[in-house]
């Protein structure tokens, strides 16, 4: 199965902008699905961006304009940034891959957007 290592999170103002990264070992393949979930306590992790066999994206229709997915095979990188932040949109954001017909799952990266 592949690993997926989530990275680029943190604390920003509103308004701000983050970049998320999510690194695969060994490899990812053009026809993997890749996607973004966040994740705040008591609620289900929900699909917020996912980059598709042949690089189409697609995004849950709130946050089309300020996300945008983007993935560097070469790199074995599947990005989100995240631009115009908000305070709604703290929380947990896990990278989650299907490949070869498996779920895998990163740890997980705390993105933070207060004053």
């Given at each position: 199965?592949?690993?997926?290592?989530?990275?680029?999170?943190?604390?920003?103002?509103?308004?701000?902008?983050?970049?998320?990264?999510?690194?695969?070992?060994?490899?990812?393949?053009?026809?993997?699905?890749?996607?973004?979930?966040?994740?705040?306590?008591?609620?289900?992790?929900?699909?917020?961006?996912?980059?598709?066999?042949?690089?189409?994206?697609?995004?849950?229709?709130?946050?089309?304009?300020?996300?945008?997915?983007?993935?560097?095979?070469?790199?074995?990188?599947?990005?989100?940034?995240?631009?115009?932040?908000?305070?709604?949109?703290?929380?947990v954001?896990?990278?989650?891959?299907?490949?070869?017909g498996?779920?895998?799952?990163?740890?997980?990266?705390?993105?933070?957007?207060?004053?």
């Amino acid at each position: 199965q592949v690993q997926l290592v989530e990275s680029g999170g943190g604390l920003v103002q509103p308004g701000g902008s983050l970049r998320l990264s999510c690194t695969a070992s060994p490899v990812f393949f053009s026809r993997d699905t890749t996607a973004w979930y966040p994740q705040v306590p008591g609620r289900q992790r929900a699909l917020v961006a996912q980059i598709m066999c042949g690089g189409l994206t697609d995004y849950v229709d709130s946050l089309k304009g300020r996300f945008t997915i983007s993935r560097d095979l070469a790199k074995n990188t599947v990005s989100l940034q995240m631009n115009r932040l908000k305070a709604e949109d703290t929380a947990v954001y896990y990278c989650y891959c299907k490949q070869w017909g498996l779920d895998n799952w990163g740890q997980g990266t705390q993105v933070t957007a207060a004053a």
